[in-house]
Protein backbone atom coordinates (compact mmCIF):
# COMPACT_ATOMS: atom_id res chain seq x y z
CA UNK A 1 0.00 0.00 0.00
CA UNK A 2 1.33 3.47 -1.07
CA UNK A 3 -0.16 6.82 0.15
CA UNK A 4 0.21 9.96 -1.89
CA UNK A 5 0.10 13.14 -0.05
CA UNK A 6 0.25 16.39 -2.30
CA UNK A 7 1.19 20.03 -0.95
CA UNK A 8 2.40 23.56 -2.19
CA UNK A 9 -0.99 24.45 -4.38
CA UNK A 10 -2.47 27.77 -4.13
CA UNK A 11 -3.38 30.86 -5.68
CA UNK A 12 -0.38 32.74 -7.89
CA UNK A 13 -1.09 35.57 -10.66
CA UNK A 14 -0.51 34.39 -13.91
CA UNK A 15 2.97 34.47 -14.86
CA UNK A 16 3.90 33.02 -11.35
CA UNK A 17 5.36 29.80 -10.32
CA UNK A 18 4.78 26.87 -7.67
CA UNK A 19 6.29 23.77 -6.75
CA UNK A 20 3.91 20.52 -6.10
CA UNK A 21 5.29 18.19 -3.67
CA UNK A 22 3.96 14.70 -3.78
CA UNK A 23 5.38 13.09 -0.55
CA UNK A 24 4.71 8.54 -0.69
CA UNK A 25 4.64 6.49 2.20
CA UNK A 26 6.52 3.00 2.08
CA UNK A 27 9.58 2.00 1.20
CA UNK A 28 8.72 1.04 -2.19
CA UNK A 29 8.58 4.42 -3.67
CA UNK A 30 11.42 3.36 -6.35
CA UNK A 31 10.12 0.60 -7.82
CA UNK A 32 7.05 3.50 -9.12
CA UNK A 33 7.11 5.20 -12.12
CA UNK A 34 5.34 8.59 -11.00
CA UNK A 35 3.05 11.29 -12.34
CA UNK A 36 1.13 14.06 -12.18
CA UNK A 37 -2.23 14.89 -13.74
CA UNK A 38 -4.76 17.68 -13.61
CA UNK A 39 -8.60 17.75 -13.87
CA UNK A 40 -10.14 21.44 -14.57
CA UNK A 41 -14.11 21.76 -13.43
CA UNK A 42 -15.91 20.74 -16.00
CA UNK A 43 -12.75 18.80 -17.86
CA UNK A 44 -11.78 15.24 -17.87
CA UNK A 45 -7.90 14.37 -15.70
CA UNK A 46 -5.41 14.66 -18.16
CA UNK A 47 -1.53 13.89 -17.92
CA UNK A 48 0.79 16.62 -17.28
CA UNK A 49 4.36 15.15 -16.55
CA UNK A 50 5.23 11.68 -16.14
CA UNK A 51 9.18 10.43 -14.62
CA UNK A 52 10.78 6.84 -14.52
CA UNK A 53 11.67 5.21 -11.19
CA UNK A 54 15.55 6.18 -11.35
CA UNK A 55 14.34 10.06 -12.31
CA UNK A 56 16.39 9.77 -15.86
CA UNK A 57 13.56 9.75 -18.57
CA UNK A 58 10.73 12.21 -18.11
CA UNK A 59 7.88 12.98 -20.39
CA UNK A 60 6.05 16.40 -20.22
CA UNK A 61 2.45 17.10 -22.09
CA UNK A 62 2.89 19.55 -25.00
CA UNK A 63 0.58 22.05 -23.25
CA UNK A 64 3.34 22.95 -20.87
CA UNK A 65 6.55 21.69 -22.21
CA UNK A 66 8.60 24.41 -21.37
CA UNK A 67 7.04 25.63 -18.54
CA UNK A 68 7.21 23.14 -16.31
CA UNK A 69 9.33 20.03 -14.94
CA UNK A 70 9.26 16.94 -13.13
CA UNK A 71 11.33 15.49 -10.78
CA UNK A 72 12.11 12.81 -8.27
CA UNK A 73 14.15 11.80 -4.78
CA UNK A 74 14.48 8.19 -4.03
CA UNK A 75 16.46 8.94 -0.58
CA UNK A 76 14.15 7.35 1.95
CA UNK A 77 14.23 10.03 3.87
CA UNK A 78 12.39 11.95 0.83
CA UNK A 79 10.23 9.71 -1.46
CA UNK A 80 9.06 12.99 -2.79
CA UNK A 81 7.91 13.49 -6.73
CA UNK A 82 7.79 17.49 -7.57
CA UNK A 83 6.31 19.50 -10.41
CA UNK A 84 7.89 22.69 -11.18
CA UNK A 85 5.56 24.77 -12.62
CA UNK A 86 6.63 27.92 -13.86
CA UNK A 87 5.02 31.09 -16.31
CA UNK A 88 1.71 29.69 -15.14
CA UNK A 89 -1.41 30.73 -17.10
CA UNK A 90 -4.71 31.20 -16.56
CA UNK A 91 -6.09 27.75 -18.04
CA UNK A 92 -3.32 25.77 -15.54
CA UNK A 93 -6.18 26.15 -12.79
CA UNK A 94 -6.82 22.38 -11.65
CA UNK A 95 -6.92 20.18 -8.98
CA UNK A 96 -3.36 18.49 -9.81
CA UNK A 97 -3.17 14.82 -8.47
CA UNK A 98 0.23 12.64 -8.00
CA UNK A 99 -0.03 9.30 -9.08
CA UNK A 100 1.68 6.58 -8.91
CA UNK A 101 2.25 3.44 -11.34
CA UNK A 102 4.10 -0.62 -10.82
CA UNK A 103 4.00 -0.63 -14.80
CA UNK A 104 5.51 1.40 -17.45
CA UNK A 105 6.01 4.44 -17.86
CA UNK A 106 4.45 4.86 -21.37
CA UNK A 107 1.26 3.50 -19.87
CA UNK A 108 0.82 5.45 -17.02
CA UNK A 109 0.98 8.42 -19.68
CA UNK A 110 -1.89 6.80 -20.29
CA UNK A 111 -4.04 7.59 -17.01
CA UNK A 112 -2.99 3.83 -16.02
CA UNK A 113 -2.02 3.81 -11.91
CA UNK A 114 -2.20 2.10 -8.63
CA UNK A 115 -2.44 4.97 -6.58
CA UNK A 116 -3.52 8.23 -6.59
CA UNK A 117 -3.67 11.21 -4.35
CA UNK A 118 -5.96 13.38 -2.77
CA UNK A 119 -5.54 16.44 -4.92
CA UNK A 120 -3.97 19.96 -4.20
CA UNK A 121 -5.91 23.27 -5.86
CA UNK A 122 -3.80 25.11 -8.32
CA UNK A 123 -5.50 28.90 -8.90
CA UNK A 124 -3.72 31.17 -11.75
CA UNK A 125 -5.29 34.86 -11.85
CA UNK A 126 -5.31 36.82 -15.12
Known amino acids: QVQLVESGGGLVQAGGSLRLSCAASGRTFSTYVMGWFRQAPGQEREFVAG??????????ADSVKGRFTISRDNAKNKNTVYLQMNSLKPEDTAVYYCAAYSGSLSDLLLGRNDYWGQGTQVTVSS
Open 51 to 60: VSRSGETTYI
